[in-house]
């Protein structure tokens, strides 16, 4: 009686990995997500992308559509997604998201500096003109003064929106 596996038992054979269909949808779903994303991108950013010449062009025709074609371009745009590698494109993409966050963290920093200049004065202004020693010493001053007057006096801060954007010309400028 010969056996139907040809194979020795002790030899590996291959593992068959099965995907259920919910999963294949949920692929699919995410790969339209990322094509989605992609169409809300600007002209700019979208020329950063590693995309070829037949992604590019359904993604600007998806951007020229409405409703119900925008919606059937989205679904082309996820099927042609299936048959490219999508990982570049993922970390392009991450990468984008990261620099909008790095920006408003730098921003949030900034904000915090401007607190902390109106709140010591003198020893703030002078640790800020060790980092920037071009920076105008008496036109700090006379914002900090301003700042916290307008504070007292409960007025509205246009000294304390001008203070963050000099320490945003000045960090920024970096």
Not at 17 to 38: F, H, N, P
Not at 73 to 82: D, E, N, P
Request: no cysteine.
């Amino acid at each position: 009686m010969s056996r139907k596996n040809k194979k020795a038992p002790w030899d590996e054979e291959e593992e068959i990995i099965w995907v259920s269909k919910s999963e294949m949808k949920r692929d699919m779903d995410a790969l339209q997500k990322i094509g989605e994303e992609l169409v809300e991108l600007t002209p700019n950013a979208l020329a950063k992308m590693p995309l070829d010449d037949e992604m590019m062009d359904a993604i600007k025709d998806a951007q020229r559509f409405n409703k119900e074609a925008r919606r059937r371009q989205l679904q082309y745009i996820g099927k042609q997604m299936r048959f490219i590698d999508i990982e570049p494109i993922q970390a392009a993409l991450d990468k984008l998201r990261n620099k909008h966050s790095q920006h408003t963290v730098a921003l949030k920093k900034l904000e915090l500096k401007r607190d902390k200049l109106i709140e010591n004065g003198d020893s703030m202004i002078n640790a800020i003109l060790v980092d920037h020693p071009d920076a105008d010493r008496q036109h700090l001053r006379q914002l900090v003064r301003q700042a916290t007057k307008e504070k007292s006096q409960e007025k509205p801060g246009k000294a304390y929106r001008e203070i963050f954007q000099y320490l945003k010309s000045l960090y920024l400028a970096d």
